[in-house]
């Protein structure tokens, strides 16, 4: 049994895994130019924003936050919906023609455990059973769902072997525009860019189940919905992320695209204040001090979970909740990398709570 | 010294006295089981691999939703996929699709292709998913690729990154071989594709085949399921992968078991040949025996002694048996693929697993029968009455005893009875049982039969010996045969077993062969057949190729076949249907109808006739007459059953119906096969240029109806070489019989012909004698073999074959391939005799005669 068993989820693997690096494949060959590009000046309108762009060759929107459950221990969760579209537009008119892929991704961080649990869904798009809507947010595979309510709440339910989420995100202050009002560049070129919006301070209240029993939890969480079409530059290496909900209601986004030379190709950060007040850092200001590698023992990649970010005159340190996080998926999706819940502090102080990703740390990856 | 030496020297001595005739005794038990035990290998081989490779399809699903249609609307999949429940559900597009190129009828290559959803398939069947190029990982979703199993890409000449044709209705469509299918089982040919390319390029747009379920932890699965059926309702439904089992088993079970059956009958054959071996080495050692009781042996010894003799000769035929039906088994393997003849089991490759259970029980039954031609002459040397043996050469008496003729005739009259009895699960049982006591009681009775026979002819010469018109010779003969039966008949049991099993198969089959052909004569009235792939559902003929193809001035007439599968019964293989026009007034000028049949006229307007192949009467119960619903269209539809016809094509039912009734039904206006019949000045020559130059003329496969004549008959001589090869192993094994029988005989009768040699006949005339005998034993075993055989034909033409097959035949006999023969057996057992003959004679006389003191 566990021998048929590893068959059919390395072949999962490998399978899911080329879906991953199709979709986040950064070269876009001359003949996809029919996909919309992502331009500056486009001003976003909402709702429908908040929903799918299908001509976009890529969208995700991306919950991560910190949890305290009833019992009062902290928990992270991150759960992601990707769309993708096609590589190629056909005129097949069948209805399982596979026009857009939903992925969706959820991973739980207990320190109980110390360890990640994580599960996935991938499907075409169709039949109402897999869906990303447009209009506002509503996107599902199966029994997984990540809606917006028309009063700007959203719901997350998620159910696996092996755990389940049941989440409602209640906003707490307005929707942040990251980049030049939603124009967010990724790397030297122009074109090399994503529309992205960020939802800081939601408020988390719901269930977490695990071993079938259910806990009651509350929290906060950062919510970033992003769609492109070309992202990252093809001599990208990875990226470093992290946002946080800063204890003073403030909200602190920064990232960093690494070259394959260890360089830093892009870097872009920006620090909303309580009161609305936006302070954005560009490419040369931004600067990633790695603190403490951790080696993966069930990866041997070494990646760099304690981090100093400086930017401008600001310097964060980021403390991860555990060092295990990796999100190890060879054994299904075949991705490797670190998403962690990170605490921040500044001058010896902690400020706040956020999530740390640091993509390409294992290979070279296209991601 | 102990009883076990002795035992062992007794053993040995005999054996190497007659090392010859052990030798043939053991090896025909070993070819009886090595054929047996290989046929069974070979069979379970394929069969098991054709059920794991048909199961691989399905994966890992608890249940599979089909539609007796065969294809039905997609959007049951959403439905299911959300039902409280499942777990997972994985729809499946499965078809097959005609590789483009040359067509001649046999050679037309298809392939399955399934048409799947890989991130579906990828939680229930992973096996199934394509291996793409590393730098088109997402060709698993292209709508331009194929992925091929490498058995598939073997077979078409193909590897990745060629571009494959295909016949699509009157188009042709080229994919690319975007990888392998590495993980199917090894000599299984499919294809995989995306289900929405699959859907859109072989039009199939909306349709499933099937959709895979995986259910909820906890879910009872029956009563899930029953209830899922009723949801559903009677145009769908849900089997577990242990039915599909049962039903691959049923397609080809009897032609398995019947096969098996064959084997058996070597091994029946080879029973005699050791009865005949150990009968006469009975009465060789009569004496010996003899000897050995008045030294002190008791019964009991000896009995064990001649058991102990069989049992060594069963083991070591039977091991020898159980090593050579091994060796075959693998090298057919090696070579045919496990495919016996049958179409069955074409297009995998068995892997063969020494079964153990099986080879115990044919190593049983190859001891068994050398028991049982062991026992009788065991009980006979244990009636020995030392005194009266050791003194002359007393005649067995094993045979007198057998000889009471009742038992034989209870034989016989309940073999008769047994042929009246039903089928047993679907399988002859009875038949082969009747078959069994025909022969059984007709050998037994051959003594008495003997006897009666030539005395009569003794009886009836005697007088013309005495006008001095009658050589002393043809006398002696006679009155040897007349009066000492029972080691004729020893001889004589080997002829009759194999001669009636050879006649009884060369008449099975050649009835078999020639209603086939008249079959198909019947069945191809046309001359040119033109047929083109399926598109999607639809036949690839759609109205406006049916009329430019009917609208051709070279032909008189042309008829258009629709033919489509059914399911009627889950557990059972699909029905086909075929809709094409019936004459309804007289419906035997299109049909081979067998028996009564409705006329148009006696039914009512609102009666649709529907015409059924015999299997639809063994399997479903239709008679004519009777009013049954058919899933036509979209649900069910009566009709009325109004003839019954002969197919000899479809061995799991087929229905024929009107075309315009299947048309109106339906409104599916597209055929599959268009029957033309050429004007009467018109060539064949002028009619394949007219097609030729059609505008799809590529996407057409033409066959002349001599040419599938031809080609189905080849197809059934391959199917029978199995039952060709065993006639002639049964023929060799009856022949050893003779030869041993003879030889044997001959040694123990040198006696006699030192006595003969002394009172003045010639060494001429005692092998005149001699080859008369042989030849006139044989003539008379020939001659019952051929009464015995003729009836057990019939068994097997009326009983076996009908209940098995569901199909009847006519009778027809093979005369010059079963005179042929009868010569070659009769000739053969005249030399046999002659051979063996010499040897007695050569010796002194004077010694001979000694030897009876």
């Known amino acids: 049994m566990p021998k048929k068993y590893s068959k059919s989820s390395n072949l999962i693997a490998s399978l899911l895994m080329m879906i991953l690096l199709a979709m986040l494949q950064s070269q876009l060959r001359a003949e996809d130019q029919q996909y919309a590009p992502v331009v500056p000046g486009y001003t976003l309108v909402f709702p429908q924003d908040y929903g799918s762009h299908p001509d976009f060759r890529i969208e995700w929107w991306y919950v991560t936050g910190w949890l305290e459950t009833s019992e009062n221990k902290s928990l992270g969760f991150q759960v992601t919906f990707f769309r993708t579209a096609s590589p190629r537009h056909s005129s097949n008119p069948s209805r399982f023609a596979p026009q857009q892929i939903i992925i969706a991704h959820a991973a739980l961080s207990d320190p109980a455990l110390g360890r990640f ?62 980049g030049e009002r939603g124009f967010s560049r990724k790397g030297p070129n122009i074109e090399q860019a994503s529309y992205y919006y960020s939802e800081p301070h939601l408020d988390v209240f719901g269930t977490i189940t695990q071993q079938d029993k259910p806990i009651s939890v509350r929290g ?141 740390y294992l290979q070279p990856l296209d991601l | 010294m102990n009883t076990s030496t002795l035992s062992s020297w007794l053993l040995l001595g005999e054996w190497r006295a007659r090392f010859m005739q052990v030798m043939v005794a053991v090896l025909a038990i070993a070819i009886g089981v090595a054929l047996g035990f290989s046929i069974h290998l070979v ?232 009865f005949s071996t150990q009968v006469l080495s009975v009465m060789r050692r009569r004496s010996q025996f ?23 000769l069963g083991v070591i035929g039977s091991f020898l048996g159980l090593a050579l039906g091994y060796g075959f088994a693998a090298l057919v393997i090696q070579l045919f693929g496990g495919d016996l003849g049958s179409i069955f089991f074409s297009g995998i490759q068995p892997d063969l697993h020494l079964d153990l259970v099986a080879a115990l029980v044919y ?161 191809l009235p046309a001359d040119l057949y033109v047929r083109a792939a399926d598109s999607g559902k639809q036949g690839g003929f759609l109205a406006d190729e049916q009329k430019s193809l009917a609208g051709q001035s070279l032909f008189s007439r042309s008829d258009f076949l629709r033919y489509q599968q059914l399911i009627l019964d889950p557990e059972r293989p699909e029905v086909t249907l075929i809709a094409r026009p019936v004459d309804s007034a007289d419906p035997r000028n299109t049909l081979p109808i067998v028996g009564k049949f409705i006329k148009s006229s006696q039914l009512s307007e609102h009666d649709r006739p529907i015409w059924v192949s015999e299997a639809m009467v063994d399997l479903y119960g239709y008679t004519v007459g009777k009013q049954v619903r058919l899933p036509v269209g979209n649900g069910m539809h009566t009709f009325v059953v109004a003839g019954i016809w002969r197919d000899y094509g479809r061995q799991f039912g087929a229905v024929q119906m009107q075309l315009s009734d299947y048309q109106e039904l339906t409104g599916d206006m597209s055929v599959n096969t268009a029957a033309l019949w050429l004007r009467s000045q018109a060539t064949l020559d002028a009619a394949y240029r007219a097609l030729q130059q059609l505008p799809y003329a590529d996407a057409l496969e033409i066959t002349q109806s001599q040419t599938i004549r031809n080609t189905s008959l080849q197809i059934f001589d391959r199917s029978f070489a199995v039952t060709y090869l065993l006639e002639i192993i049964a023929v060799i094994i009856g022949l050893l019989g003779v030869a041993t029988s003879f030889s044997v ?109």
């Open chain 1, 117 to 178: 649990i994580y599960d996935e869904k991938t499907a075409r798009a169709g039949f109402e059973l897999a869906y990303a809507r447009e209009g506002d947010t509503d996107v599902k595979i199966d029994d997984w769902y990540f809606k917006r309510n028309p009063d700007g709440r959203y719901i997350i339910e998620v159910k696996s072997d092996k755990f389940s989420f049941e989440l409602s995100l209640t906003p707490t202050q307005s929707i942040m525009l990251q």
């Open chain 1, 220 to 360: 906060r969480a950062w919510l970033d919905h992003e769609w492109s079409s070309e992202i990252l530059d093809p001599r990208a290496d990875g990226w470093d992320w992290m946002s946080a909900n800063l204890d003073d209601g403030s909200a602190l986004m920064v990232f960093r695209i690494r070259g394959k030379d260890g360089s830093k190709l892009w870097a872009y950060g920006a620090r909303r204040n309580a009161a609305g007040r936006i302070t954005q850092f560009a490419s040369d200001q931004i600067e990633f001090i790695p603190e403490r590698v951790w080696e993966s023992p069930h990866t041997k990649a070494h990646y760099p979970v304690e981090m100093r970010i400086r930017a401008g005159e600001a310097e964060w340190r980021l403390v991860p909740l555990f060092d295990d996080q990796e999100l190890d998926s060879r054994g299904s999706s075949g991705a490797v990398y670190w998403e962690g819940a990170v605490t921040v502090f500044q001058n010896g102080k902690n400020i706040g709570k956020g999530y740390l990703e640091l993509t390409g």
């Open chain 2, 43 to 274: 069979n379970t081989a394929a069969f098991n691999e054709f059920s794991a490779a048909s199961k691989s399809l399905s994966g890992q699903s608890d249940l599979q939703v089909y539609s007796r249609q065969g294809y039905f609307d997609e959007l049951l999949y959403p439905r299911l996929a959300q039902h409280e429940g499942v777990r997972l559900a994985n729809p499946v597009l499965e078809f097959t699709a005609r590789i483009s190129g040359e067509h001649n009828g046999e050679n037309e290559r298809k392939l399955k292709i399934l048409g799947i959803d890989m991130f579906r398939a990828a939680r229930i069947s992973p096996d199934l998913l394509g291996v793409p190029a590393e730098d088109q990982r997402m060709d698993g979703l292209a709508d331009d690729a194929v992925f091929l199993s490498p058995a598939a890409m073997e077979w078409l000449q193909v590897g990745q990154g060629d571009l494959l044709r295909f016949n699509v209705g009157t188009q042709t469509l080229a994919l690319r071989v975007a990888g392998g299918v590495t993980r199917v089982r090894a000599g299984q040919r499919i294809a995989v594709m995306d289900i929405g390319a699959a859907q859109w390029r072989f039009n199939y747009l909306g349709l499933l085949s099937r959709i895979e379920l995986k259910l909820d932890a906890g879910i009872h699965h029956d009563v899930f399921r029953k209830e899922l059926e009723r949801k559903l309702g009677t145009q769908f439904f849900v089997t577990e992968l242990e039915e599909q089992e049962a039903r691959l088993a049923s397609m080809s079970r009897a032609y398995r078991v019947n096969l098996n059956m064959l084997a058996l009958v070597a091994l029946f054959t080879g029973a005699f040949l050791v």
């Open chain 2, 290 to 312: 003899a000897l050995l009781r008045v030294l002190g042996f008791t019964r009991k010894q000896l009995m064990l002694q001649i058991v102990t003799e069989g049992i060594v």
């Open chain 2, 363 to 523: 190593f049983a039954v190859g001891l068994g029968v050398t028991l049982l031609g062991t026992v009788l002459p065991a009980r006979d040397a244990m009636q020995i009455k030392p005194a009266v043996a050791l003194k002359s050469d007393h005649e067995s008496n094993v045979i007198e005893r057998l000889s009471s003729p009742w038992p034989a005739f209870t034989c016989l009259v309940v073999a008769l009875l047994l042929t009246q009895l039903p089928p047993v699960a679907g399988l002859p049982v009875f038949g082969y049982l009747a078959i069994a006591l025909l022969l059984i009681g007709g050998i037994a009775l051959m003594p008495r039969f003997a006897a009666w026979f030539f005395s009569f002819v003794l009886h009836n010469v005697k007088k013309r010996f005495s006008d001095g018109k009658l050589n002393a010779i043809v006398l002696m003969v006679l009155a040897r045969l007349a009066n000492v039966p029972g080691q004729a008949s020893v001889a004589l049991s080997g002829v009759l077993a194999s001669f009636s099993l050879m006649v009884a198969m060369a008449i099975m089959v050649l009835s078999f062969r020639v209603s086939v052909d008249n079959w198909l004569e019947h069945v």
């Open chain 2, 745 to 853: 005989q001959m040694l123990a009768r040198s006696k006699e012909f030192g006595m003969l040699r002394h009172i003045g006949v010639t060494r001429k005339q005692v092998l005149a004698l001699l080859a008369a005998e042989g030849s006139l034993l044989t003539m008379l075993g020939v001659v019952l073999g051929f009464i015995l055989g003729g009836i057990i034909s019939l068994i097997l033409i009326f009983i076996v074959n009908p209940q098995s097959f569901h199909w009847t035949m006519q009778l027809s006999i093979p005369w010059d391939w079963l005179l042929l023969v009868a010569a070659i057996m009769l000739v053969a057992a005249t030399v046999t005799a002659l051979i063996a003959g010499r040897r007695a004679v050569s010796g002194s006389v004077v010694r001979a005669v000694r030897e009876d003191w």
